[in-house]
């Protein structure tokens, strides 16, 4: 699975952002797909994920309520839609992919499989 992530940018605190990840070279519905983020100096931290097409979605605590995972199987594309942003949530977001994926491990970056090259986000006060 090949991932290419975009959207990210520079918005003020309370702007909006979308962010896309197009996987390619596998059914794109059977996997679970999901987001992380990475500020400087600190490790990688899941912000949601989708655990298959039509599956339950999950979310960190610091993002509940103001970012929406979504995903479009016809394009075999993902979305996080990103609300309300903060500064805290500046940082280098990567979109992930991995298959077989179970409940208790959807927030593990190493139950995930494959990586995208990460899209900046940056949210100015």
């Known amino acids: 699975v090949q991932l290419q992530a975009s959207g990210g940018g520079l918005v003020q605190a309370g702007g909006s952002l979308r962010l896309s990840c197009v996987a390619s070279g596998r059914t794109f519905g059977n996997y679970a797909m999901g987001w992380f983020r990475q500020a400087p100096g600190e490790e990688r931290t899941f912000v949601a994920a989708?655990?298959?097409?039509?599956?339950?979605?999950h979310y960190a605590d610091s993002v509940q309520g103001r970012f929406t995972i979504s995903r479009d199987n016809t394009k075999n594309t993902v979305y996080l839609q990103m609300n309300s942003l903060k500064p805290e949530d500046t940082a280098v977001y990567y979109c992930?992919?991995?298959?077989?994926?179970?409940?208790?491990?959807?927030?593990?970056?190493?139950?995930?499989?494959?990586w995208g090259q990460g899209t900046q986000v940056t949210v100015s006060s």
């Open positions: 992930t992919a991995g298959s077989g994926i179970i409940l208790s491990s959807v927030r593990n970056s190493q139950a995930y499989a494959y």
């Open positions: 989708s655990r298959r097409s039509g599956g339950s979605t």
